[in-house]
């Protein structure tokens, strides 16, 4: 489900614990790995020697939470979202595969687009911000440029290289994001998500140009 909420979380640890398995392994997008990364922390908990192999699959190009060590989730009653960061929920393994997102609607093509162009851009002006952040930062940057509304065309066109590279933004911002943080964009726009479920990716885009004002 979008937004994966705490009951979901405590599903899915009392799922994993009951199995002990060795490996865990989340297919979809930002939420689903998110709830997986939730999953496995909380597991740690209760078994402090428990620490399956974590393998990420986006199945979206937008969240690059394939390869960050953070994590979202929502609490219903409160309406609020809550921001989790633990290395435990960084991915053993990210797999990047276009096939995984040639499906996804233009909409939704759209609205996590406008999340990796976020990504990149406040992890370039981030007061953490480093050469090396920059050079993932500027590339991903770049390539939304070039290929985001081409991927959004891609239901007409067809055009695999567009969804292929938009992967690799996905994955690039989230590299940016994951060593230097974000920023007040992406502070507001989970809390208008909580509030008003707006998709996150719409969110930051609606913040944006005023956040960039504002800065």
Not at 46 to 64: C, E, K, L, R
Not at 66 to 90: C, Q, R, W, Y
Not at 143 to 170: D, F, G, Q, W
Request: charged letters at 20%; glycine letters at 6%; hydrophobic letters at 40%.
């Amino acid at each position: 489900v979008p937004d994966p909420t705490i009951d979901k979380v405590v599903l899915g640890v009392t799922a994993l614990l009951r199995e002990m398995s060795p490996c865990l392994i989340a297919v979809g997008g930002g939420s689903a790995i998110d709830l997986a990364k939730c999953v496995r922390l909380f597991a740690r908990n209760h078994q402090p020697d428990y620490a399956p192999h974590f393998i990420a699959i986006p199945t979206t190009s937008g969240t690059g939470s394939e390869v960050t060590s953070f994590a979202v989730i929502t609490d219903p009653k409160k309406g609020v979202k809550h921001a989790l960061i633990d290395e435990f929920m960084l991915p053993n393994e990210a797999i990047l595969d276009v096939e995984m997102v040639k499906s996804v609607p233009a909409t939704i093509t759209a609205d996590t687009g406008l999340d990796v162009l976020t990504h990149a851009l406040e992890a370039y002006v981030s007061t953490e911000s480093d050469y090396f952040s920059d050079m993932y930062a500027e590339k991903a940057t770049s390539l939304c440029k070039h290929y985001l509304v081409r991927s959004y065309n891609y239901p007409k066109t067809h055009e695999n290289k567009a969804r292929e590279k938009m992967h690799i933004a996905s994955c690039l911002a989230g590299i940016a994001f994951n060593a230097v943080s974000l920023g007040i964009c992406h502070s507001i726009a989970h809390q208008l998500g909580a509030q008003f479920h707006i998709p996150h990716g719409r969110a930051n885009a609606m913040l944006l140009p005023h956040i960039i004002e504002f800065n």
